[in-house]
């Protein structure tokens, strides 16, 4: 089993920028395909972007392609997501998870493992 924590979010003005991280304990991340969802009030958890255990392969939502990247540094159990060029609409909270899976898969419902979540929003 793996545990994730969140970090990083905050408030920042529209095209601004924000890294978060992601930690991992208690296994090896190089188990795991991971991913970052994100969920704004009265709307269902969506996928941002996800990628491979070796980082070979990443994934992203259209409404976040070529302005989030994500990474991971397997030795260190990290994953990053860096968000440039934010906007109003990218407010929500930001999670990690986790999947066993070796496909980078986009749907919520195929990740085993999640963080509690941190928020970000961006001001207009």
């Known amino acids: 089993q793996v545990q994730l924590v969140e970090s990083g979010g905050g408030l920042v003005q529209a095209g601004g920028s924000l890294r978060l991280s992601c930690a991992a304990s208690?296994?090896?991340?190089?188990?795991?395909?991971m991913g970052w969802f994100r969920q704004a009030p009265g709307k269902e958890r969506e996928f941002v972007a996800a990628i491979s255990w070796s980082g070979d392969s990443t994934n992203y939502a259209d409404s976040v392609k070529d302005r989030f990247t994500i990474s991971r540094d397997n030795a260190n159990n990290m994953v990053y997501l860096q968000m440039n060029s934010l906007k109003p609409e990218d407010t929500a909270s930001y999670y990690c998870?986790?999947?066993?899976?070796?496909?980078?898969?986009?749907?919520?419902?195929?990740?085993?493992?999640w963080g509690r979540g941190t928020q970000v929003t961006v001001s207009s």
């Open positions: 208690g296994r090896t991340l190089r188990d795991y395909t």
């Open positions: 998870a986790a999947t066993t899976n070796t496909r980078v898969v986009v749907t919520p419902n195929r990740y085993d493992y």
